[in-house]
C-alpha cells in the first residue's frame, strides 16, 4: 500500500490533514482557528458542581463551558466545590455536550505513552507478534518508575532500547515542566496544548508506509523538515513543498472525495450501493444491489455484493470518522457459510482499524452491529451544520402544505380586516407555486386583492404579511419595493 500524507496548511483560518491511500482519500483531519482542538489538552481546573445522581461533576476549565467528569475518573478524588485539580480533555465538546474530562493525565510521544502517577507497563495491542510484545513489555518495565507508567505505542514495534528511553526522557520533561506550570498558575488555566494538527497526524499516522509527505504552506514545510526527526527512524519520508497553480487539494483529487464523503448514497464499483443515515443514537447502513446484476447465479451475486460493501463500509467509517454503534443491513443471505465468510472478511478490513471495532454476528433479522471508538467529531459535523429550512429533519413541508398554511392564515386577517388588499412575503418557491397554482382561487374565495413578494432571505416555511390595506396604499409599498437596488420579483393576477 503506496500512503501519503497531504497537507493544506496555506490558509491560516483552517487546516486539512489528508491521508490518501494508493490515490483514494482515506482519512481526513481538519482544524479551524477559531475551533481548535481540545483532546489532549491539560488544565488546572476549578470544581463547579458535584452531581451524586449522575456520578459525575462539572468542572470550569475557563473557556466559558464547563466540562463534565466521571467519578470514576477522578482517581479516588474527593471533589467538592472549588477544588482544584489537573484534568486532561479526553473528548470534544461537540453538538450539545461539553467536553468530558479526566484526571488520569497521559502524555504521547512517538514511542510511547507517558502515564504520571501510573504503574502500568503496557504494550499497544496492535502489535501482533507475540516474540515482539514479550520483548517491549519487558523494555516497559525496566524504564518505568515509581511515580510514572508507561504504554508502548504501534510505533515502536522493532525500535531498540535506546530510542526507547530517549523518548520517555523528553515525556518526562514535558510533564516535570506541566507539574511546575500547575503549582504556580491559578485555576482554571490551560497548562498543557498538544501538538498542532499537522504534528499530531503525523506522530500518530506516520509509518514506514508513508512514502511522502505533502505540504502546500512554506511555514509549515520548514516545521517538517525541521522536525521529522521527531517522528520517524532513519528512513524518512520526501517532503515536498507544493506550489502549483491549482489548489492542492484540487490537485490529488481530494476536494472532490470530500464533497463525496458527505454524501448520502455511496457507489461501490460493481454498481452496487451503501445508503449512510445517521441518528443520535446510532449510524444505519444499507446495502443495495442497484445496478450489479452478477455472474453467476442469484447467492453470489448477493455474497459479492455483501462483500464488497463490507470492504467499502470500512473505509467510510475511518473516512467519516463515523463512532459509537453501527446497524448494517446487508443483503439477505441464505446460507450459513455465507454468512460466516461475510463476518470473517468484517473482521479482517477492520483488523487494523486504530479505534478498536468491534463486529457483532449477524442478527435474525440479517443486521450486522458494530461497534467503533468515537475519537474524534465525525465529517458530517466537521464540515456541515443542521439544514436551516428543516431544522435538522432532512425533510421540510410541500409546497401545497405551506401554502395551506398561508391560506389559513390570510383567512384570518380577512376575518378581522376590511383592506381590499394584501401584500404578502414568502420563500421564493413558496411565492411562485402559489402565484402559479391558487392565487386567483384565493382572491375569488377571500375577496381581496393578493399579492405575494419573493423573499429570498426567507427559509423555505416563512411568511411575513407585509402591507394591509387600500388597494393604493398597497401598490404604493410595492413601487417602494421595486424602487430598492435588490428588486424583489413580486407575483399578482392579471386584473391586479
Known amino acids: 500500500m503506496i500512503r501519503k500524507i497531504v497537507a493544506n496548511c496555506v490558509d491560516p483560518e483552517e487546516t486539512r490533514v489528508a491521508i490518501v491511500e494508493d490515490g483514494r482519500l482515506a482519512d481526513l483531519f481538519v482544524e479551524r482557528m477559531w475551533e481548535r482542538q481540545k483532546a489532549g489538552e491539560i488544565y488546572k481546573a476549578r470544581v463547579e458542581s458535584v452531581l451524586p445522581g449522575i456520578h459525575a461533576s462539572f468542572v470550569n476549565l475557563g473557556d466559558g463551558r464547563n466540562a463534565f467528569l466521571y467519578l470514576n475518573d477522578a482517581r479516588g478524588i474527593d471533589l467538592k466545590p472549588n477544588l482544584e485539580l489537573l484534568v486532561q480533555v479526553t473528548k470534544t465538546a461537540r453538538k450539545n455536550k461539553g467536553a468530558r ?3 488520569r493525565i497521559s502524555l504521547p510521544g512517538r514511542y510511547m505513552v507517558l502515564v504520571p502517577c501510573g504503574q502500568e507497563a503496557g504494550v499497544s495491542k ?4 507475540e516474540d515482539e510484545r514479550k520483548r517491549l513489555k519487558a523494555a516497559a518495565r525496566e524504564l518505568r518508575g515509581d511515580d510514572y ?12 532500547e535506546e530510542s526507547l528511553a530517549h523518548d520517555l526522557e523528553a515525556l518526562l520533561a514535558l510533564w516535570r515542566e506541566i507539574e511546575h506550570n500547575g503549582r504556580v498558575q491559578s485555576a482554571p488555566c490551560l497548562l498543557y496544548r498538544d501538538l498542532g494538527l499537522l504534528g499530531r497526524v503525523l506522530r500518530d499516522e506516520l509509518t514506514d ?11 509549515e514545510f520548514e516545521n517538517v523538515k525541521n522536525n521529522l526527526s521527531l517522528f520517524t527512524g532513519d528512513d524518512p519520508p520526501e517532503v515536498s513543498l507544493y506550489d502549483g497553480p491549482a489548489p492542492l487539494f484540487d490537485f490529488y483529487g481530494i476536494e472532490k472525495e470530500i464533497e463525496a464523503a458527505l454524501e448520502r448514497r455511496v457507489w461501490l464499483k460493481s454498481g452496487a450501493y451503501l445508503v449512510i443515515d445517521y441518528t443520535e443514537a446510532l449510524t444505519v447502513i444499507d446495502v443495495n444491489t442497484g445496478k450489479f446484476i452478477g455472474r453467476t447465479d442469484l447467492r453470489h451475486t448477493v455474497l459479492d455484493t455483501n462483500l464488497e460493501a463490507a470492504d467499502e463500509i470500512a473505509r467510510q467509517l475511518r473516512l467519516r470518522a463515523i463512532g459509537g454503534i453501527v446497524v448494517i443491513d446487508f443483503i439477505d443471505m441464505d446460507y450459513e457459510e455465507d454468512r460466516d465468510a461475510l463476518l470473517a472478511r468484517l473482521e479482517e478490513v477492520f483488523k487494523n482499524d486504530r479505534y478498536r471495532a468491534r463486529i457483532f454476528g ?22 456541515a451544520r443542521s439544514c436551516p429550512f428543516c431544522g435538522g429533519s432532512g425533510w421540510v413541508l410541500r409546497e401545497d402544505s405551506v401554502s395551506m398554511a398561508i391560506k389559513r392564515f390570510l383567512r384570518k386577517v380577512v376575518a378581522s380586516n376590511r383592506g381590499a388588499a394584501l401584500l404578502l412575503e414568502a420563500n ?14 384565493w382572491e375569488e374565495e377571500l375577496g381581496r386583492k393578493i399579492f405575494l413578494a419573493a423573499a429570498p432571505e426567507f ?3 416563512k411568511f411575513r404579511l407585509e402591507a394591509q390595506g387600500g388597494l393604493e396604499l398597497v401598490e404604493r409599498r410595492i413601487d417602494q419595493m421595486e424602487s430598492r437596488e435588490a428588486r424583489p420579483v413580486v407575483y399578482r393576477t392579471s386584473s391586479s
Not at 496492535?126 to 507478534?129: A, E, L, Q
Request: aromatic share 4%; proline share 4%; hydrophobic share 40%.
Open 362 to 383: 449477524v442478527s435474525r433479522l440479517g443486521l450486522v452491529e458494530i461497534t467503533r471508538k468515537r475519537a474524534r467529531p465525525d465529517i458530517r459535523s466537521t464540515l
Open 101 to 103: 474530562v479526566t484526571s
Open 149 to 160: 507508567g508507561i504504554i508502548v505505542r504501534t510505533a515502536a514495534e522493532g525500535v531498540d
Open 459 to 461: 427559509a423555505w416555511s
Open 126 to 129: 496492535r502489535i501482533r507478534d
Open 209 to 219: 508506509s508513508v512514502s511522502e509527505i505533502i505540504v502546500d504552506g512554506e511555514e
Open 428 to 441: 421564493p418557491a413558496v411565492a411562485r407555486y402559489i402565484a402559479e397554482t391558487y392565487l386567483p382561487l
